[in-house]
């Protein structure tokens, strides 16, 4: 089992940016992949970024291409997703999640076998 650690968010006027880091425990970490979702009030948990286990392969949802950068550094053990011209529809909750392989075939939650605590991300307008 993998142990989770989010850290990072805040509050943020629009327009601007936050990094949030993801601390990792347990397995080997550069053998599964590693992504973000994000949950705002009243919705479902929905996928933001991911990237494999070694970094070659990453996948963003479409409202944060360009925006949004999910990164890793195997030999820290941690996942970054920096967030740029931040809007106030990015405001939930956002999740760091382990997958169960390396190089899934998708990135939905259905592959995903740990979860984080979760951190708050707000956005102001």
């Known amino acids: 089992q993998v142990q989770l650690v989010e850290s990072g968010g805040g509050l943020v006027q629009a327009g601007g940016s936050l990094r949030l880091s993801c601390a990792a425990s347990?397995?080997?970490?550069?053998?599964?992949?590693m992504g973000w979702f994000r949950q705002a009030p009243g919705t479902e948990r929905e996928f933001v970024a991911a990237?494999?286990?070694?970094?070659?392969?990453?996948a963003y949802e479409e409202s944060v291409k360009g925006r949004f950068t999910i990164s890793r550094e195997n030999a820290k053990k941690t996942v970054y997703l920096q967030m740029n011209s931040l809007k106030p529809e990015d405001t939930a909750v956002y999740y760091c999640?382990?997958?169960?392989?390396?190089?899934?075939?998708?990135?939905?939650?259905?592959?995903?076998?740990?979860w984080g605590q979760g951190t708050q991300v707000t956005v102001s307008s």
């Open positions: 999640a382990a997958y169960m392989v390396g190089d899934p075939s998708n990135w939905g939650t259905t592959s995903v076998s740990s």
């Open positions: 347990g397995r080997t970490f550069s053998r599964y992949a």
């Open positions: 990237i494999s286990g070694s970094g070659h392969t990453t």
